[in-house]
């Protein structure tokens, strides 16, 4: 099945996808007319294993786009100016290319704070052999061994890029970490930088005299709240926390004002699962072979981790590794499968522009 440019981007799911135009735009995907599905489903064509139903809490549209205002030819598409997004763009910009990026929202989105990455120069290879070891343990052997050594491989000169553009920008990190050094046992060592972007607002809470008006600032059911304090107060006086097993030594009764509180929100930090990648962050179809001049950025790269939850091993390392894959997949779609800069960023760099 042949898909032109306009049905590739009609029927594209993935967010933080970078293209380089042309040939690369085919066969990504079976055609419909193989799918009993799709007479019921009005000719859509949903992923093996999915069906209409998983799509109805999902921001995916699956709407026909019929009608073109215009149309343009870029070297480079890039879907998503997210984390791995942005510098996608940006480095095939750098690189001579010229670039589209699709995002839905009015401006670029990104989330966290902190980015990591190794820093190959300032470390060993057996050092960074037993990084990535640690990594794959802690992921309880579940990792893309692979991918854990591009990200060792390239993420310290995105790091160091991210903080040479970003103070280019006027917008420089308000803090960068002092090296982090991992001296092995056998005297190799690993080295580390992470820069943090922000602050980030604080929720610092809540504090008044009565719990009714507590639960009316935290948009809580004030007869709810009495009775969780009540039944916690019980647990207090009997020494053990019967219901979330709280360690006894911090076990304190609720009973005098002025009474505190702070509304969190359950959330997800971080996911790993996305299409699958090879090393070089190509999408590749279920047998594993790679779909053409089309590459993954960021969690919608699937399977460093090996799960969906992202490894705690590096503070950091999410966003990194976000940064790192845009960098190197915004590189390749420009240059034809390189994935080094033609001027990669050095440390003289990231000093010359902190002086």
């Known amino acids: 099945m042949e898909l032109n440019r306009r049905d590739f981007l009609k029927g594209a799911l993935a967010v933080g996808a ?5 040939a690369g735009l085919t066969a990504c995907a079976p055609a419909a007319k193989d799918n009993p599905q799709t007479a019921e489903t009005g000719g859509i064509e949903y992923p093996a294993g999915l069906q209409e139903s998983d799509f109805k809490e ?9 009608e073109f205002a215009d149309e343009k030819t870029y070297d480079v598409v890039v879907v998503g100016a997210g984390t791995g997004g942005v510098p996608a763009a940006l480095s095939a ?3 001579g290319a010229t670039v ?4 839905k929202e009015s401006k670029a989105i990104a989330q966290g704070g902190t980015c990591s990455g190794v820093l190959l120069d300032e470390s060993d290879e057996q050092g960074v052999m037993n990084y990535i070891q640690g990594f794959l343990e802690d992921c309880g052997w579940r990792a893309d061994r692979k991918l854990a050594e591009t990200y060792c491989k390239y993420s310290g000169e995105a790091i160091r890029w991210t903080q040479v553009r970003t103070a280019e920008a006027g917008f420089p990190p308000y803090t960068v970490r002092p ?5 092995y046992e056998d005297g190799s060592k690993c080295s580390r930088r992470s820069i943090m972007f922000g602050p980030k607002p604080f929720n610092n809470g809540t504090m008044v005299e009565h719990l009714a008006e507590l639960a009316g600032k935290l948009g809580i059911p004030a007869d709810a709240l009495k009775k969780s304090v ?3 107060n019980e647990l207090v006086d009997a020494g053990f926390d019967a219901d979330f097993g709280k360690q006894a030594k911090y076990l304190r009764k609720v009973e005098k004002a002025p009474f505190w509180g702070i509304h969190k929100h359950v959330r997800v930090s971080a ?3 996305g299409a699958t990648v090879n090393e070089n962050y190509q999408a590749t179809r279920t047998d594993g072979e790679v779909i ?8 919608s790269a699937g399977q460093l981790c090996g799960a969906p939850d992202w490894s705690m091993y590096q503070g950091g390392m999410s966003a990194g590794h976000c940064i790192m894959t845009g960098r190197i997949c915004g590189i390749q779609a420009a240059t034809g499968g390189k994935l080094e800069a033609a001027t990669p960023i050095t440390e003289a760099d990231v000093v010359a522009v902190s002086a």
Request: charged residues 15%; proline residues 8%; contains cysteine.
């Open 18 to 22: 970078v293209s380089a135009a042309g």
């Open 58 to 66: 999902s921001p995916v549209e699956l709407a026909p786009i019929t």
């Open 93 to 95: 910009l750098e690189e």
């Open 100 to 103: 589209a990026v699709l995002q």
């Open 179 to 183: 090296t982090a050094v991992t001296e």
């Open 230 to 232: 009540e039944r916690y």
């Open 271 to 273: 996911l790993c699962a």
């Open 292 to 299: 053409p001049n089309l590459w993954i950025t960021g969690f």
